[in-house]
């Protein structure tokens, strides 16, 4: 069985965005750009939340984007096998197939950056990174400059915030 992933271009940002944390849902600032079929995830975490951090969750967070970006027909799965095959594969085992085709797409089209803005965080001044997704699933963090993420995602404003926005996030309608 195979699946076609197609991904129609896209601009949203979202705040608050929600996603499963540990012990209750968790929040955070999501920009969703998608263009020529790429991908652009910046994730963001928020001032004054006091839940699952954007780190700790960040599989949730993934997860939680492209149930999103499905729900919307953004993404949109077309089965590509013949009807015999249909006939004897589970509405179960197609389904997981479809789900782990469309995440596969993803991972390969897509960047994920993860933001910690000055004053939240370890890092005083705040902090960017890549995160990758290893072969089972695992996370690694590749931090580097805002600068070199602009040169790499070639878009001079993906990453610009107004962070008085972020402060008053607990105002915003929740998605």
């Known amino acids: 069985m195979s699946y076609s ?23 955070c ?61 589970s509405k179960a085992a ?11 797409y993803v991972l390969r089209n897509s960047i994920l950056i993860e933001h910690y803005p000055p004053g939240i965080g370890l890092a005083e001044d705040g902090s960017y990174a890549k995160v990758v997704f290893g072969s089972s699933g695992e996370p690694a963090w590749n931090y580097t400059t805002k600068d070199k993420l602009l040169k790499h995602i070639g878009s001079e404003n993906a990453l610009s915030l107004d962070y008085e926005v972020l402060q008053k996030w607990q105002e915003s309608t929740p998605s």
């Open 5 to 27: 992933v197609k991904l129609t271009d896209y601009k949203e940002d979202i705040l608050p965005f929600r996603f499963r944390g540990f012990w209750s849902e968790g929040a």
């Open 29 to 89: 600032f999501l920009r969703i750009r998608i263009e020529k079929e790429k991908i652009l995830l910046f994730c963001v975490q928020l001032p004054n939340y006091t839940g699952t951090s954007v780190t700790n969750a960040i599989e949730n967070v993934f997860e939680s984007a492209v149930d999103y970006l499905l729900e919307r027909n953004i993404i949109v799965v077309d089965e590509q096998f013949g009807s015999l095959r249909k006939i004897f594969t």
């Open 94 to 104: 197609s389904e997981k197939m479809r789900y782990e085709s469309v995440f596969d």
